[in-house]
């Protein structure tokens, strides 16, 4: 999977970083978004585009802090 951003739509979505406001590994637009804006209340309308991980804390609760860490493979 590809990262897609405004400009350069790579998912088997509708340009899903357009659609949900920030760049992401997506593939059919959903399941986690670490790049989405904060909101400091839950959306509370299931609209998807926070700082959301889907399978974790569902569609309307952003996440304040994100981290990810990589490392060599060797």
Not at 8 to 28: H, L, R, Y
Not at 42 to 61: L, R
């Amino acid at each position: 999977m590809k990262f897609s951003t405004r400009d350069n739509d790579n998912d088997n979505g509708e340009n899903c970083a357009i659609n949900w406001n920030g760049a992401w590994w997506f593939n059919d637009c959903f399941q986690s978004h670490l790049n989405g804006p904060y909101y400091t209340n839950p959306t509370g309308n299931g609209v998807w585009n926070g700082i959301i991980w889907y399978d974790w804390k569902g569609a309307s609760y952003s996440l304040k802090f994100t981290e990810m860490k990589t490392h060599r493979n060797n």
